[in-house]
């Protein structure tokens, strides 16, 4: 089974700072790699797939990259509406699997 | 509007059993894999199982494999999981999944409002 492993677990953020958070896969997955945000109570949201691409109606302060084995979220500018948790999810094999989770909290 | 809607959650004994319905609207069913994802209470997300278009071919986590059936009835634009031997670590929100292509392998664009599975006795 391919592993997803992502950092931080947690991070404090203002409003208005960049943050990024890492996916790394334990073995090689192409741009197979998807990220969703998800808040309490709610079900996930599909941010971007395959690794770099924007879902349609994502706000472009979101962005991926990486490719292979080690990817990105990078947020530009944080707005109080991203303050969420944010996962990671190959789609290279099956069984899919999807990292712990980055919890963006308000600083 | 694509829409996706679970059913079928409630209290089970360990043991038990319990069949989850997903209605699907809103787009071609037929042409997009679907999938089964639970998040424990306070926990992470977790893909459970897999099915592709047609309902050939089925994909499972090794934690439910053996206990949990997946289907779909695309006819009628519904996903099914049938979930047998219930443990207490199946305690979970179950969500329904529309892959973001055709591919059986893929993430996850569209995702119902979630059903709460409890088994406890």
């Known amino acids: 089974d391919i592993q997803m492993t992502q950092s931080p677990s947690s991070v404090s953020a203002s409003v208005g700072d960049r943050v990024t958070i890492t996916c790394r896969a334990s073995?090689?997955?192409?741009?197979?790699l998807g990220w969703y945000q998800q808040k309490p109570g709610k079900a996930p949201k599909l941010l971007i797939y395959?690794?770099?691409t924007l879902q349609s109606g994502v706000p472009s302060r979101f962005s991926g990259g990486g490719f292979g084995t080690d990817f990105t979220l990078t947020i530009s500018s944080l707005q109080p509406e991203d303050f969420a948790t944010y996962y990671c999810?190959?789609?290279?094999?099956?069984?899919?699997?999807f990292g712990g989770g980055t919890k963006v909290e308000i600083k | 509007e694509v829409q996706l809607l679970e059913s079928g959650g409630g209290l089970v004994q360990p043991g038990g059993s319990l069949r989850l319905s997903c209605a699907a609207s809103?787009?071609?069913?037929?042409?997009?894999?679907m999938s089964w994802v639970r998040q424990a209470p306070g926990k992470g997300l977790e893909w459970v199982s897999g099915?592709?278009?047609?309902?050939?071919?089925?994909y499972y986590a090794d934690s439910v494999k053996g206990r949990f059936t997946i289907s779909r009835d695309n006819s009628n634009k519904w996903l099914f999981l049938q979930m047998n031997s219930l443990r207490a670590e199946d305690t979970a929100v179950y969500y329904c999944?529309?892959?973001?292509?055709?591919?059986?392998?893929?993430?996850?664009?569209?995702w119902g409002q979630g059903t709460l599975v409890t088994v406890s006795s």
């Open positions: 395959p690794a770099s």
């Open positions: 999944a529309k892959g973001a292509g055709s591919s059986s392998s893929n993430c996850f664009d569209c």
């Open positions: 999810q190959q789609a290279n094999s099956f069984p899919l699997t």
């Open positions: 073995q090689v997955i192409s741009d197979w």
């Open positions: 809103g787009f071609t069913f037929s042409s997009y894999a």
């Open positions: 099915i592709s278009t047609s309902g050939g071919s089925t």
